[in-house]
Nanobody, 119 residues
Framework: VQLVESGGGLVQAGGSLTLSCVSS????????MRWYRQPPGKQRELVAT???????HYEDFVKGRFTISRDNAKNTVYLQMNSLKFEDTAIYYC??????????????WGQGAQITVSS
């Protein structure tokens, strides 16, 4: 199983970007999908989650600005980021709880996508 992120880059403060994360490989089903980020010099932190049923959760620092969504047919999770701030600069990682068979599931991670917000 592989998770591949795309959509990172450089953006001015106040701008928008959308990250995508596609899962591929031996996938039976995908449960909760998540976005994390790791700002420079800081620990990795949760940003948002979305369950297989579409229930979402956001950390306070992105509420009202970021939107997590998923396309189950494409095994893809998205993170729409609006009103970006300098402090949103980080490496963004997707992760997913993936069932590889009826009885086995594992937590997989993408390689990370750099988001840099210029002030």
């Amino acid at each position: 199983v592989q998770l591949v992120e795309s959509g990172g880059g450089l953006v001015q403060a106040g701008g928008s970007l959308t990250l995508s994360c596609v899962s591929s490989g031996n996938i039976y089903s995908i449960n909760t999908m998540r976005w994390y980020r790791q700002p420079p010099g800081k620990q990795r932190e949760l940003v948002a989650t979305i369950t297989s049923g579409g229930a979402v959760h956001y950390e306070d620092f992105v509420k009202g600005r970021f939107t997590i969504s998923r396309d189950n047919a494409k095994n893809t999770v998205y993170l729409q980021m609006n009103s970006l701030k300098f402090e949103d600069t980080a490496i963004y990682y997707c992760s997913a709880d993936i069932q590889v068979s009826r009885n086995y599931k594992y937590d997989y991670w993408g390689q990370g996508a750099q988001i840099t917000v210029s002030s």
